[in-house]
């Protein structure tokens, strides 16, 4: 258990909305890209977002 | 260029982390004897050539794709956390990480902690410099593995890792100070922007996205992580706290 949540901690941190944005970006991105969309621009537009929001929550 | 990128990121975050488990084990060998402090060393460093040598290879065989989008995200979810700290740091509402303070705070735990000796060896020194070392090593390790694995050369990042290790080891073994003028906060920006671009880069390739230009891309994105941290900080900026 410990194990876990050493990993939990070293990998998420202690922002896990920020984190479950992030692999909800990644997704949607997958999920344009199987639909023929142009996905490229997704991440590059949801990080500085995802990032943003987790400064103000942390200040 | 992104050979470029892959030694330099290895290399700056590398050293980061190294200069923070030299402070431990200086402050282990100074208070509880270097025997202890560098046998913990040397336990650290066996135990994280091991996790790299298992996981090297098993990496290696991983498709491509796959492996960009677990990487991908993992390293966007490790990035943002380091990049999110010295965005914090540079506006002023995260006190400035000081290896002097950081130093003279372990001195002062390990002077009044408990001895106890096993097979000659102060367990206290030896755990110290043990877990120092292993838990600034695996940020290393995890860095050169995703990185090198994606990019097909675990070798070159394990090189920038490497030359990091030997730069700070020597610089160390000649001060034996904690290296408190190395800009720290500085490189940690470095490596949070790095570890965020290649995250967002190898994550939207994993997931089936195109960049314009493909590779040529990388630049462009790390200009952009890089403009888009400087705004953050800008709007974050409040009067500096003290470090620690």
């Not at chain 1, 479950?20 to 344009?32: D, E, H, N, Q, S």
């Not at chain 1, 969309?37 to 200040?59: I, M």
């Not at chain 2, 796959?66 to 509402?93: E, H, P, T, Y």
């Not at chain 2, 735990?109 to 043990?130: C, K, M, N, P, Q």
Request: aromatic share 8%.
């Amino acid at each position: 258990m410990r194990f876990l949540r050493f990993w939990w901690e070293f990998v998420v941190g202690d922002d896990m909305l920020a984190a479950a944005c992030v692999i909800a970006a990644i997704a949607a991105t997958a999920g344009l890209a199987a639909l023929g969309v142009a996905a490229w621009w997704l991440l590059p537009l949801a990080v500085p977002l995802v990032l943003y929001v987790s400064l103000r929550r942390a200040t | 260029m992104s050979a470029v990128f892959l030694v330099l990121s290895a290399f700056l975050a590398s050293a980061v982390e190294m200069v923070e488990a030299l402070t431990i084990v200086l402050a282990a060998g100074l208070t509880r004897g270097w025997r202890s402090s560098l046998t913990g060393l040397a336990a650290a460093v066996i135990v994280l050539a091991a996790i790299v040598a298992a996981l090297g290879p098993a990496l290696t065989v991983v498709p491509l794709d796959a492996l960009r989008l677990v990487v991908g995200a993992l390293l966007l979810l490790f990035g943002l956390q380091w990049l999110r700290k010295a965005i914090l740091r540079a506006s002023g509402r995260k006190a400035l990480h000081d290896e002097d303070a950081i130093f003279a705070r372990e001195l002062a735990e390990a002077r009044v902690a408990e001895h106890i000796e096993r097979a000659g060896i102060d367990w206290y020194g030896f755990t110290l410099s043990f877990k120092g070392v292993l838990l600034e090593g695996l940020e290393v390790a995890f860095i050169v593995l995703t990185f090198g694995s994606t990019q097909g050369s675990i070798p070159l990042a394990a090189a920038g890792a490497a030359g990091a290790v030997l730069l700070v080891a020597g610089v160390g073994v000649a001060v034996r100070a904690p290296l408190a003028r190395v800009p720290e906060n500085t490189m940690k920006f470095a490596v949070g922007l790095m570890l965020t671009t290649f995250g967002i880069f190898w994550s939207a390739e994993g997931a089936g996205a195109h960049w314009p230009g493909s590779d040529a891309a990388l630049p462009g994105v790390l200009a952009f992580v890089c403009v888009v941290s400087a705004l953050l900080v800008l709007a974050l900026r409040t009067p500096r706290m003290e470090t620690a």
